[in-house]
């Protein structure tokens, strides 16, 4: 009985084994190896827990908890590691071609002193009747054109204009960039009267 306890054992171990190996030679598409891993984890405890019955057993399940560790290992770094740096590289790349948007459909261009771009650009064109009605708004694109534009005014569909908070935060900035204090209310003013649909 015994023998055939500890022949089963070794079965068992060589299959998580085979098994480990496979998915961590990256078998399966994606990131499918990595859920794989983490089942065997559970299996590879489960014997290690109901092992912890039979005193005989303690090098095996040393052996099934180094085999626990290592399948949740992957999971691990992919939580922590791999999927915060992808999304922070997703968000840059978005940034960069948001921005570069911006930059080539604005109606008109502000350089900065700093290096920041400040643009009046269209943001969505409604049907008037028989033509398009064309809703403009002002950003501010930082120098660091992998970091995410500031909305600062916004045309709305009924005629107003919304974000006004964001211009007066941001309102020195925007003065460096258009020049003065007076050219930067004519702009608004000629937004609010749709001078630019």
Same mark, same amino acid.
């Given at each position: 009985?015994?023998?055939?306890?500890?022949?089963?054992?070794?079965?068992?171990?060589?299959?998580?084994?085979?098994?480990?190996?496979?998915?961590?030679?990256?078998?399966?598409?994606?990131?499918?190896?990595?859920?794989?891993?983490?089942?065997?984890?559970?299996?590879?405890?489960? +014997?290690?827990?109901?092992?912890?019955?039979?005193?005989?057993?303690?090098?095996?399940?040393?052996?099934?908890?180094?085999?626990?560790?290592?399948?949740?290992?992957?999971?691990?770094?992919?939580? +922590?590691?791999?999927?915060?740096?992808?999304?922070?590289?997703?968000?840059?790349?978005?940034?960069?071609?948001?921005?570069?948007?911006?930059?080539?459909?604005?109606?008109?261009?502000?350089?900065?002193?700093?290096?920041?771009? +400040?643009?009046?650009?269209?943001?969505?064109?409604?049907?008037?009747?028989?033509?398009?009605?064309?809703?403009?708004?002002?950003?501010?694109?930082?120098?660091?054109?992998?970091?995410?534009?500031?909305?600062?005014?916004?045309?709305?569909?009924?005629?107003?204009?919304?974000?006004?908070?964001?211009?007066?935060?941001?309102?020195?900035?925007?003065?460096?960039?258009?020049?003065?204090?007076?050219?930067?209310?004519?702009?608004?003013?000629?937004?609010?009267?749709?001078?630019?649909?």
């Amino acid at each position: 009985m015994a023998a055939a306890r500890l022949l089963l054992l070794v079965g068992v171990l060589g299959a998580i084994g085979y098994l480990w190996l496979a998915v961590a030679l990256g078998a399966g598409t994606g990131q499918a190896w990595i859920e794989r891993s983490v089942l065997m984890s559970g299996v590879a405890f489960a +014997l290690y827990w109901i092992l912890g019955w039979w005193r005989y057993y303690a090098a095996y399940r040393r052996v099934l908890l180094a085999i626990t560790g290592l399948a949740v290992a992957p999971a691990l770094v992919l939580v +922590l590691v791999i999927e915060p740096w992808q999304r922070a590289d997703m968000q840059r790349q978005n940034a960069i071609h948001a921005n570069r948007t911006h930059a080539e459909n604005a109606i008109e261009r502000f350089p900065c002193p700093d290096g920041a771009l +400040l643009v009046l650009t269209p943001w969505i064109f409604l049907v008037d009747g028989d033509g398009l009605r064309r809703l403009v708004e002002l950003r501010l694109i930082p120098a660091d054109r992998q970091t995410p534009s500031h909305l600062l005014l916004r045309h709305t569909a009924s005629g107003g204009l919304a974000h006004r908070e964001e211009l007066a935060d941001h309102r020195d900035s925007v003065i460096a960039c258009i020049g003065s204090s007076d050219a930067l209310d004519r702009l608004v003013r000629k937004m609010g009267e749709g001078g630019y649909q």
